[in-house]
């Protein structure tokens, strides 16, 4: 088991130093002056993490499942089919408008990909919100009742 955490620490390192990495890059490059360059590799960079994260918690929830419960198998399928419907939807409306100050634009999917992880993002966050003041009614309610 120590053998995994040191390989999950060191993961973990690589993945922090490629990143302030970039983003020491994209600073000395210029974001400000429009360099489009240092825009879609930080986005590209976005796009490998997001990946490595969602396949971190459907691999580790597909092995601590089958090990645990083969039921809930299925229950994570049907997440995953919910969360890829969402993405789907927010995807479909997403505009994928002009970004403004840049000199020269990115490409439209480029443009549609970040307005819908923009979207998520905001969805994600009102959903946290939301669970947060149900939970704490939710945990007032069943406290009172006791």
């Known amino acids: 088991m120590k053998s995994y955490n040191k390989i ?13 990495a970039l983003l020491v890059w994209g600073f000395a490059a210029g974001w400000e002056k429009g360099n489009v ?8 960079w976005t796009y490998i993490m997001v990946g490595l ?15 645990n419960d083969p039921k809930s198998l299925i229950r994570l399928g049907i997440g995953l089919v919910c969360v890829a419907a969402v993405c789907f939807v927010t995807y479909l409306i997403a505009p994928g408008a002009p970004a403004t100050g840049l000199l020269e634009q990115p490409s439209a999917g480029t443009l549609k990909l970040t307005d819908t992880i923009l979207y998520l993002t905001y ?19 069943t406290n009172k009742k006791g």
């Open 8 to 20: 999950f620490k060191w993961t973990m390192v690589l993945l922090i130093i490629v990143s302030v």
């Open 37 to 44: 360059a240092t825009v879609d590799a930080l986005l590209g």
């Open 53 to 67: 994260a969602i396949a971190a918690v459907v691999i580790v929830g597909l092995v601590i499942g089958a090990i």
């Open 123 to 141: 969805f994600a966050g009102i959903v946290a919100v939301l669970s947060i003041v149900v939970g704490e009614i939710r945990l007032a309610i």
